[in-house]
């Protein structure tokens, strides 16, 4: 159960990655799609940073 939201993050940028490819061959605009790519690859990332850590007392 703990994998799923990493497999969505995964599902999400390969559907981005999909549809950046269109934005390059000029299906689709490239201004929308690459900010898109771009945002869930930025929350992949900041999901697996977030470590449970010590805060301080």
């Known amino acids: 159960m703990k994998?799923?939201?990493i497999?969505?993050?995964l599902l999400l940028i390969?559907?981005?990655f999909i549809l950046n490819i269109f934005g390059l061959m000029k299906l689709i605009p490239i201004l929308i799609t690459s900010p898109l790519?771009?945002?869930s690859?930025?929350?992949l990332?900041?999901?697996l940073n977030d470590r449970r850590r010590?805060?301080?007392f």
């Open 54 to 56: 010590f805060k301080g």
């Open 7 to 9: 497999i969505l993050m």
């Open 14 to 16: 390969l559907l981005s």
């Open 37 to 39: 790519l771009f945002v």
């Open 45 to 47: 990332l900041l999901y």
């Open 41 to 43: 690859l930025l929350i």
């Open 3 to 5: 994998k799923l939201p």
